[in-house]
């Protein structure tokens, strides 16, 4: 491991331990919160949520679903967030909320941080937010994120993580002359038409792909999570079938490590990419910095051909991705001096603008300089250890663990079925993912917002009193359910 008193992750976590716990989790009966206690924390949406529910159902005319976007989504219906502030929100109507979803991940700093903000407004009032053109800070900006992760020799920067993927995958295929590309199933890498397989649950394949022809995905594969028997299966294969153009992980595992992987499973998968001459792409859209200022693959201590970005690398301002990695491989995406020929086709009018990447650079340099990620890894720690004392004073079969500031408090177990147990997955993907939804209403009637309520992103923001008044609140929830 690469100096690990600059990452965020202070323990590897037992992870054999960890899927023990979780199958016999999916293996039993659910336990949800008990129906009067359930009826309580819907009361609270109905008399306390009032403008958010005026605004929602006006949405709804408007909007497909009322929300632009899947995470914006919570049973019962939408909350309007007006003020965001550190570790907190609070929504149209006044309430406030400790907040753990942290804009999927990429404000390491806490919400709307002052001195990131100053920046920006700074440069609104000189540049503006576009111009088209070149500007400085797309230079310091890519110089401040090959210093931290030197594996990225040049750097695209684009819009979205979901849009780098789609780059890297061409660069991967246009650099190999080859065609497959191979995930790990249930992984999510945005939903281009490629990656939009084995979406979520392992093993479902085009199950997701509606509207997508089969020849986008015909190029796409996906592994069970940490089988790597069946991933060296699927490179052999391939040499007959156009070839292996890369192979693409989440370092800390599917769904930021919601099945984590074993710690030397990235070097394994490297390995295996260097036998078969395939590309190996970590997406860190959610790792990369959070984990550390090296990213995931400095702690690991890995090296991958190609590294995507998303939303970190602003710290959550708009317009947030990009691709970096091998010189050699990053030149096919030369538009003008020094061109390979070779062309890998990319572009977007609002990528690299002077609004995204003065965010960027002051948010790296802010995160650098206050060892943001190792703040937010020990706030991470903290709940993660106070949420397994709950679930062990109360016997529930619940399972919390953490990767530094990624925690998970799997309780209905939903995130974990795959098709290697049919029987479960059919009889418990519907009623689990209820209950799901349910724990994060839940958690939201009393203060917390979690990411549909299994997954919590920790801040900088995070105090030791922040975390302990979460605790009490979990523990209003957890000590709430079925068969207490
Ligand atoms: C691991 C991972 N890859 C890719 C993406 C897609 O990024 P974006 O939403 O910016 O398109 C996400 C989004 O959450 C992600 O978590």
Redesign the pocket.
Known sequence: MNETQHYAISQYPDVDDIYRRLNALTAGPMRPVRRDKMQEYLNYFDTKCVRSKELTDEAKKLIPGGVQHNLAFNYPFPIAIEKADGAYLWDADGNRYIDFLQA??PTVLGSNYAPVRDKVIEMLQTCGPVTGLFHEYELKLAELIHRFVPSIEMFRMLG????S?MAAIRAARTYTRKKKVIKVGG?????SDAMVYGLHVPGTGRLEAKGIPRGATANTQEFFPNALGALKARLIANILLGGTAAVIV?PVGPE?GTRPVPFDFNQKVRELCDEFGALLIF?E??TGFRIGMGGAQGYFDVKPDLT?F??CITGGYPM??GVGGRADVIMRFAAGIGGTGERAYVGGTLSANPLSCVAGYYALLEMERTNAPVKAGQAGDRLTKGLQATIEKYGLPFVAFNQGSICHLETSGVMLLDLRHPLRLAKGLKPRKHMMEEMGAAYMANGLITLAGSRMYTSMADTDDVIDEALGKFEAVLSSVEGL
Do not use: I, L
């Open positions: 999927g991940g979205t993580g979901t849009e993927v992984a999510y890498h945005g939903w989440e930021s997406d859209v959610v995507v998303g939303k947030a991705g």
